[in-house]
């Protein structure tokens, strides 16, 4: 059973909106976790987008963005579903790229650093074109 699963990436033209979906098969790999969005292109390294810490309140989670996608991408939650979302409007071709969820049993840091998870779903691509 894959522990995270993301659906949602396709293709849309610049200035579209995508969500991003991730569903955690298993509460305690969601419950009081760190849920990070990432996206990697062939070369290149893997980069944080955002990230939510589900252990607080709903109503005011604690959130980190990327500085590229401040104030176009969301992330919000649903505890119900043990599911994490991106919302993502304004693409811009640069943001192509396979989107990965993955977890951590811990707070959120600011850095959104791939080294700091563990447990990784299989990603979803999102194609932007111009």
């Known amino acids: 059973q894959v522990a995270l699963g993301e659906s949602g990436g396709g293709s849309v033209q610049t200035g579209g909106s995508l969500r991003l979906s991730c569903k955690a098969s298993?509460?305690?790999?969601?419950?009081?976790?760190?849920m990070g969005w990432f996206r990697q292109v062939p070369g290149k390294e893997r980069e944080g987008v955002a990230s939510l810490y589900t252990g607080g309140p709903t109503w005011y989670a604690s959130t980190y963005y990327a500085d590229s996608v401040k104030g176009r991408f969301t992330i919000s939650q649903d505890n119900a579903e043990n599911t994490v979302y991106l919302q993502m409007n304004s693409l811009k071709p640069e943001d192509t790229a396979m989107y990965y969820c993955?977890?951590?049993?811990?707070?959120?840091?600011?850095?959104?650093?791939?080294?700091?998870?563990?447990?990784w779903g299989q990603g979803t691509q999102v194609t932007v074109s111009s």
């Open positions: 993955a977890a951590t049993s811990s707070y959120c840091r600011w850095s959104i650093s791939p080294r700091d998870f563990d447990t």
């Open positions: 298993k509460e305690d790999i969601y419950s009081n976790h760190c």
